[in-house]
């Protein structure tokens, strides 16, 4: 059963009454509820939880329709005057009454959910560019993922600085890379083991220039079928 909104916002606001602010160190995990504000200690951020209304819903309890968006909480982040704020959140929301996250620092964000961790902070950009201010190259790279057309020169070699010790990572980078840069010589990359990534890439090539001089490229592997599929393209 849907509640109507006028119920939602009597739960909203009876929470606000006794909304709190919370101190919290780097990593420190903490729950909140709307109203609630948590402040990162001896910084000036802080993250402020609110509650958005949503959309109204066309057939309560039976269809939404198209484009509906629930009543759902919201982060609102607060550098104050730190122009160098580079503050990430791991968060975990299961309703409109309560969540629970924690402030991390890109080091700290290495050691724990990474994808999210830079996922969200990319969420908070407005250009492509604000993710070549992150120091680490797991961290540009997943920034980089919302903004899958930026192909700027200095980020071209940003696969090759990836850690090998987490699980094909490189592996997709190549990949994605050659799409991003419209360059084959990223399927080049992939190293004697990796013969399936190469002949994947190959064929993304061959599909993405209309070109079927890259199939040659494809191995007679016949763990997959890259080169038939290759071949029947039109």
């Known amino acids: 059963m849907v ?8 739960i909203f606001f009876s929470t606000m ?8 160190s780097i990593s420190q995990e ?10 990162l ?14 959309t109204i819903c066309a057939v309560p309890g039976k269809n939404c329709g198209s484009g509906y968006i629930p009543p759902h909480l919201t982060l609102k982040r607060d550098c ?11 968060d975990s929301i299961n309703n409109i009454k309560e969540g629970k996250l924690s402030i991390e620092t890109e080091d700290t964000c290495l050691n724990k959910n990474f994808e999210i ?10 250009s492509d560019e604000d993710c070549s ?13 919302r903004f899958n057309s930026s192909n700027r020169p200095e980020n071209k070699n940003l696969c090759d600085q990836l850690p090998d010790s987490i699980y094909a990572l490189k592996w997709n980078c190549y990949y994605e890379f050659a799409i991003r840069y ?15 990534g190469k002949d994947r890439c190959y064929l993304k090539m061959a599909e993405l220039f209309n070109d079927k001089k890259f199939c040659s490229k494809i191995s007679d592997s016949k763990e997959h079928n890259y080169r038939e599929q290759c071949s029947e393209l039109k």
């Open 133 to 145: 201010t992150l120091k680490t190259a797991v961290g540009k790279y997943h920034c980089l993922k």
């Open 30 to 39: 903490v729950n909140f509820k709307p109203g609630d504000v948590i402040k």
């Open 3 to 10: 509640r109507p909104l006028s119920a939602l916002f009597i």
């Open 182 to 196: 419209k360059d084959s010589s990223f399927c080049e990359k992939y190293s004697k083991e990796e013969l399936s």
């Open 117 to 126: 961790c830079f996922n969200n902070y990319s969420r908070t950009l407005h």
């Open 80 to 90: 104050g005057n730190d122009k160098n704020c580079q503050y990430f959140i791991i």
């Open 17 to 24: 009454t006794f909304s709190e602010t919370h101190i919290v």
């Open 41 to 54: 200690k001896n910084t000036p951020f802080s993250i402020t939880i609110g509650l958005d209304k949503g």
